[in-house]
């Protein structure tokens, strides 16, 4: 049960950021690719962060912010790219 308890504890940072990040983005009526890319990076690399480090809070923060620059990087290039069309 303890080991149990010990994997699941990086759920109980992952799963708020989840609803933060999905509730926020319905403040933005039309939210660009980079948006869309910055908080999606955010997320997904937050929890591998979070993965890797064993839960670490310095590794969840950390993943979050290389996931959300990496996110913003590909979704501006998706908007200059629908642009050009």
């Known amino acids: 049960m303890k080991l149990l308890m010990k994997s699941l504890r ?3 940072f992952v799963v708020p950021a989840i ?3 999905a509730l926020s ?3 933005a009526s039309h ?3 980079q948006q869309i890319g910055t908080a999606g990076g955010a997320v997904i690399g937050g929890v591998l962060g979070s993965a890797l ?3 670490s809070t ?3 923060v950390g993943g ?3 996931g959300g620059v990496i996110g ?3 979704g501006r290039e998706q908007d200059r790219q629908r642009r050009r069309r």
Do not use: M
């Open 10 to 12: 990086p759920v109980r």
């Open 19 to 21: 609803i933060v990040a």
């Open 25 to 27: 983005s319905g403040c």
């Open 31 to 33: 939210p660009s690719n």
């Open 53 to 55: 480090t064993g839960g």
């Open 58 to 60: 310095v590794g969840t």
């Open 64 to 66: 979050a912010a290389v």
């Open 72 to 74: 913003s990087d590909i």
